[in-house]
């Protein structure tokens, strides 16, 4: 993940970064993976087509299920976890990784109701587009459920 032009690679070694910088905040993917191809051996087009995507899935189940609120929520829950006082390093510092998935943050009080978002919502996407990271598709949930339901385009960085 390219977070604030900071690879997070880079981030271990960086102690004291916040969450502004470790975690996606939008949802503009111009230029989102351009840096990464020489990492991915030119596979940088086909991650972009696969976020174009599932950027339209998202869009698709929000305006048919009417389910944005409860993607924003999952998006924020798993965000919400980021600690910089705990002293460790990002991702073990939680943050948006994706880890809402796991049952002991899905099942905690209050991430009551969540689960919904991740099986019903979420996982028929990551099945059409399984080259997507949870951790992308849960930021992408939340960042295109704003914007479908007539909030501000929010730029994002993916990875």
């Known amino acids: 993940i390219l977070a604030q032009g900071v690879f997070l690679h880079r981030a271990f070694r960086q102690p004291g970064l916040g969450a ?23 596979a ?38 980021f600690d910089k006082n705990s002293g460790k390093a990002w991702p073990d510092a939680g943050g948006a990784t994706g880890s809402i998935r796991t049952d002991h943050e899905i099942n905690a009080p209050p991430n009551a109701g969540l689960k919904k978002a991740i099986t019903a919502y979420l996982q028929p996407i990551k099945d059409q587009v ?30």
């Open 130 to 159: 399984p080259e997507i990271s949870w951790a992308d598709l849960i930021q992408l949930g939340g960042a295109v459920s704003v914007e479908a339901m007539g909030g501000p385009s929010i730029p994002m960085k993916y990875g």
């Open 44 to 81: 940088a087009a086909e991650k972009k087509k696969a976020l174009v995507k599932a950027k339209g899935l998202v869009k698709a189940v929000v305006m048919e299920k009417s389910c944005g609120p409860i993607l924003v929520r999952t998006a924020w829950h798993d965000a919400g976890t």
């Open 20 to 42: 502004a910088q470790l975690s996606p905040i939008g949802l503009n993917m111009a230029g989102c993976f351009d840096c990464f191809c020489g990492l991915f051996g030119g």
